[in-house]
């Protein structure tokens, strides 16, 4: 299991179209996938808990993922949630 605490960048935060894409790259990983803000935990491959999260630009997020490319999911995802806009 790996995990990385992130700052969202992302002007929109996880909403709408920036959900979207972040949870398509999450599903190209076999890992399971979590996002974890506080002591909330949501599967990162499903639209409905993401969005139902509220990650907002300079949320705290921390990224988790357990299985056999666990490393290069956490190390993709989180450049996502760096980035201005993807």
Same mark, same amino acid.
């Given at each position: 299991m790996i995990m990385q605490k992130v700052v969202v960048k992302c002007e929109s935060g996880l &909403?709408?179209?920036? @959900?979207? &894409?972040?949870i398509q %790259? @999450?599903? +190209?990983? %076999?890992s399971s996938i979590w996002i974890e803000v506080e002591d909330h935990k949501i599967n990162a491959k499903s639209l409905? *808990?993401?969005l139902?999260? *509220?990650i907002t630009k300079g949320t705290d997020v921390t990224l988790i993922a +357990? *299985?056999?490319?666990? +490393?290069a999911a956490v190390s993709v995802l989180s450049e996502m949630l760096l980035k201005d806009i993807f």
């Amino acid at each position: 299991m790996i995990m990385q605490k992130v700052v969202v960048k992302c002007e929109s935060g996880l &909403y709408n179209r920036q @959900a979207t &894409y972040f949870i398509q %790259k @999450a599903n +190209e990983f %076999k890992s399971s996938i979590w996002i974890e803000v506080e002591d909330h935990k949501i599967n990162a491959k499903s639209l409905l *808990g993401v969005l139902s999260m *509220g990650i907002t630009k300079g949320t705290d997020v921390t990224l988790i993922a +357990e *299985g056999p490319d666990e +490393e290069a999911a956490v190390s993709v995802l989180s450049e996502m949630l760096l980035k201005d806009i993807f």
